[in-house]
């Protein structure tokens, strides 16, 4: 195995708008398996779309380019056009087909710039649109139904487009009262109340069919309800793990529920090990270790970006079937991975009114004129 490969398993953030030779430097060393992209990214769409090909042709193997593209707030897009209703816009005006529009479109958005993979649809129920736990305005509905109605017209119109998603976040999240970003959120439910509910909608985008055997799906094309990757969460949930754990780091959560018993055969990566939630339990070493050894396939550094060297030392010291299987993992998904389209000014000014064409549908033209908060009023879990 060449030591090189090992950064494979390392999702990076970038820490400008354009590569620094240092950075540069950096990455040919490590070679990450992905690039994440924030705000501090984006200045216009022509410097967007050279940024992601420079990242592109950094290593031999095409890399993951992902984002938070989900609609209103979280939209990193919206700093150079529209803003997109969010996912709770679309839920309250009741109709599919506006959700089925709009990840049409975010698909098409996102392959012009070079993104192969967006990390939504978000599959939390919302208990409390006013819960004060990251998830404000991002969830597809409060009942198991209709976040599995909504989600999957996303979800199936932008994989259409041939953008790959990531469902999140994974046991479920509705019922934190933290916000993972400062600290770790405790989420006392039982087993019977999150089977019920947060893992009813989970099961129905994991391609599992209970009618039938449990069996390999690696060779089939996955069903365009299923999500073509998972991401962990940072929850501590006692139901499963009686020791303060976070789902991210837990074996039983990521591998026995997850992969074993719901049977997802696609990607798992962590959500950013950058948050508070993680950094003030955990140092780096265990963190890794306690990730990849839980059974994500990806673990997410998105802000200590110089720290990918270290990472990737650590990475070398893990057992070897645990390298072997997340190693297998990132090359099962970037298989299917679509190349981005032609750059041109011109769709995407195209695509960005057809936003909002979407804005005005969902939300009326008063309402569309008033955009989320800015950077001074923004919450963490779009600062970056």
């Given at each position: 195995m060449k030591s090189n490969s090992l950064g494979q398993?390392?999702?990076?953030?970038?820490?400008?708008?354009?590569?620094?030779?240092?950075t540069e430097k950096l990455f040919r060393r490590v070679e990450p398996g992905g690039f994440i992209l924030f705000a501090r990214n984006i200045e216009s769409?022509?410097?967007?779309?050279?940024?992601?090909?420079?990242l592109r042709g950094l290593s031999k193997t095409e890399p993951i380019i992902t984002i938070d593209q989900e609609g209103g707030r979280v939209s990193r897009l919206r700093l150079i056009g529209n803003e997109p209703p969010n996912a709770e816009q679309?839920?309250?005006?009741?109709?599919?087909d506006l959700v089925r529009r709009h990840g049409d479109i975010t698909g098409r958005l996102l392959r012009l710039f070079g993104f192969n993979l967006d990390l939504c649809p978000v599959l939390d129920i919302s208990f409390n649109d006013d819960a004060d736990n990251s998830l404000r305005g991002r969830c597809y509905g409060k009942t198991v139904e209709q976040v599995v109605q909504n989600a999957s017209a996303f979800n199936g119109a932008m994989r259409?487009?041939?953008?790959a998603s990531c469902g999140k976040h994974?046991?479920?999240?509705?019922?934190?009262?933290?916000?993972?970003?400062?600290?770790l959120p405790k989420i006392n439910r039982t087993g019977a109340e999150l089977d019920k509910e947060e893992l009813a909608v989970f099961r129905q985008f994991t391609g599992r069919d209970d009618s039938e055997p449990a069996l390999s799906r690696a060779e089939v094309s996955r069903p365009t309800n299923c999500v073509d990757s998972m991401m962990t969460c940072h929850g501590w949930y006692p139901v499963f793990e009686p020791k303060k754990t976070p789902a991210t780091l837990s074996r039983r959560i990521v591998t026995g529920l997850l992969r074993e018993e719901l049977s997802f055969d696609g990607l798992i990566m962590t959500d950013d090990l950058d948050m508070g939630a993680i950094l003030n339990e955990y140092g780096l070493e265990e963190t890794i270790r306690l990730a990849i050894g839980a059974g994500n396939d990806?673990?997410?550094?998105?802000?200590?970006?110089?720290?990918?060297e270290q990472v990737h030392r650590i990475l070398g010291n893990l057992p070897r079937d645990q390298i072997e299987r997340s190693l297998a993992g990132v090359a099962r998904f970037k298989k299917k991975l679509a190349p981005p389209h032609e750059f041109s000014e011109v769709f995407f000014r195209k695509i960005d009114s057809e936003i909002w064409d979407l804005r005005v549908a969902t939300l009326g033209a008063e309402r569309a004129a008033q955009r989320s908060p800015e950077d001074g009023k923004r919450s963490p879990?779009?600062?970056y």
């Open positions: 398993m390392i999702l990076t953030g970038v820490p400008g708008k354009e590569l620094d030779a240092e769409p022509a410097q967007l779309r050279k940024l992601i090909d420079d679309l839920r309250d005006k009741n109709d599919v259409k487009q041939g953008i994974f046991p479920g999240y509705s019922a934190a009262t933290v916000d993972a970003h400062h600290d990806l673990a997410m550094i998105c802000h200590r970006i110089p720290e990918i879990v779009e600062m």
